[in-house]
């Protein structure tokens, strides 16, 4: 069975995805996430970014550009355009259809306002594509005390989606999700951060995909598909600790901790470690390493292989729902450039960041390597491949 050649939510849900292209506002415009909920305004910036990920067949890469200014020394605003363009075909698509091209485009705006020991922010965000729109709102506030050495924040956001089909333009279906969290810094030395985070999700409506496929036994090593059915809720929580610890020679060890779980039976961990080194022979440079790892557990409802039709009434084969480890391995560079022709700005750095990921799926398997049927059905080799993610951006403030 063929079937179209379009899987766009399959981007949008994936883990992969959220792992690689978190670079948004928040953090182009954050030195570190421990730091970012103090009582204070974001510097003037202006943040040119490329953005480009390599893996499983698929090139994902685009722009983006992000402009925060104060204003009045109490309202910081800002606004950010951001583009993907997906070619290629990752092993979901090549299971069933075809490689395709498309592009995402995505605007947001936001605001924040400075009150004694407050920040009160709000943002908004529209994201578009050909089978796919994406509107979300969001509300926080942070607070200082015990003498600033406490920050507390709270927040909440509200999204709606509206889900089409590229080949039935009578299709559509919606979604929407709200996110509370709320998370609080310590300085308990002049050496050491901490951070406490928690965050819970709902999500309900249409949640699947509307192009995957599940497929199921008909026959002694015979099967066909059927399009995938989720259940319409989706309720989920995580937790994480961070702690940051400067060093004597201005260098900083960095590690993370998180605990995620949902209603679907999903379990995941995270860890990652990181270290910040700024070299002394080369004014200006800091080097990064870092090191993360996951493990996920599968959804109560994923199967490679149905043993039959209407087995479950409910049914997946993403492979973002199975079970899987993933490690991965970046490196960083920032190098403040001092140049009389850039004397107009405050400081301009450039940045390039690189990572290497490895997944390891354990229940997910390579029905691709079966076509010439090699392989008992439901006896294919597991799936694993390589990603390769880079982000160069430059940085000026003003």
Same mark, same amino acid.
């Given at each position: 069975m063929v079937v179209t050649n379009r $899987? !766009? &939510?399959l981007m949008k849900k994936s883990a992969v995805l959220n792992t690689c292209f978190s670079i948004t506002a928040?953090?182009?415009l954050s030195v570190s996430s421990l730091l970012a909920n103090a009582a204070v305004l974001p510097d003037d910036r202006i943040d040119i970014l490329y953005h480009s990920y390599d893996g499983d067949g698929v090139k994902i890469d685009g722009p983006s550009i992000l402009v925060r200014k104060n204003i009045a020394e109490t309202v910081s605003v800002y606004g950010n355009y951001y583009v993907d363009e997906v070619t290629g075909a990752s092993i979901d698509v090549m299971s $069933?259809?075809?490689a395709y091209v498309e592009e995402r485009e995505e605007f947001s705006f936001g605001a924040?306002? &400075? %009150?004694? !020991?407050?920040v009160m922010s709000f943002s908004y965000t529209n994201s578009s594509e050909n089978d796919f729109d994406a509107e979300s709102y969001s509300l926080g506030i942070t607070q200082d005390f015990f003498g600033d050495l406490s920050t507390l924040s709270l927040g909440i956001s509200y999204g709606e989606n509206t889900v089409g089909r590229s080949d039935d333009p009578n299709f559509e279906e919606f979604s929407d999700s709200r996110r509370f969290r709320a998370g609080l810094t310590q300085i308990l030395t002049k050496n050491l951060i901490v951070s406490l985070n928690a965050e819970s999700v709902i999500d309900e409506g249409f949640l699947n995909n509307p192009y995957r496929q599940v497929r199921f036994l008909t026959g002694e090593n015979a099967a066909s598909t059927r399009s995938e059915l989720y259940p319409s809720t989706r309720n989920s929580d995580a937790f994480s600790i961070k702690g940051l610890y400067y060093l004597p020679y *201005?260098?900083? +060890? *960095?590690?993370?901790y998180r605990t995620y779980s949902d209603s679907w039976g999903i379990e995941a961990e995270n860890y990652e470690v990181r270290y910040v080194h700024p070299v002394k022979s080369v004014e200006g440079l800091t080097l990064e390493l870092r090191l993360r790892t996951n493990d996920q557990t599968q959804a109560d409802f994923y199967f490679d292989l149905l043993p039959f039709d209407g087995a479950t009434n409910f049914f997946a084969r993403?492979? #973002?729902l199975s079970t899987f480890t993933s490690t991965q391995v970046g490196f960083g560079a920032t %190098? #403040? +450039?001092k140049a009389k022709w850039l004397s107009g700005f405050d400081k301009t750095t450039i940045n390039l960041q690189y990572d290497r990921i490895e997944f390891d799926y354990d229940n997910f398997r390579d029905i691709t390597a079966n076509q010439n049927g090699e392989f008992n059905i439901g006896e294919e080799p597991l799936f694993s491949f390589e990603a390769d993610v880079i982000? &160069? %951006?430059i940085s000026f403030w003003y």
């Open positions: $899987f !766009k &939510l928040t953090l182009i $069933f259809g075809s924040d306002y &400075l %009150y004694d !020991k407050s *201005r260098a900083s +060890v *960095r590690a993370d993403d492979k #973002e %190098y #403040e +450039v982000r &160069l %951006y």
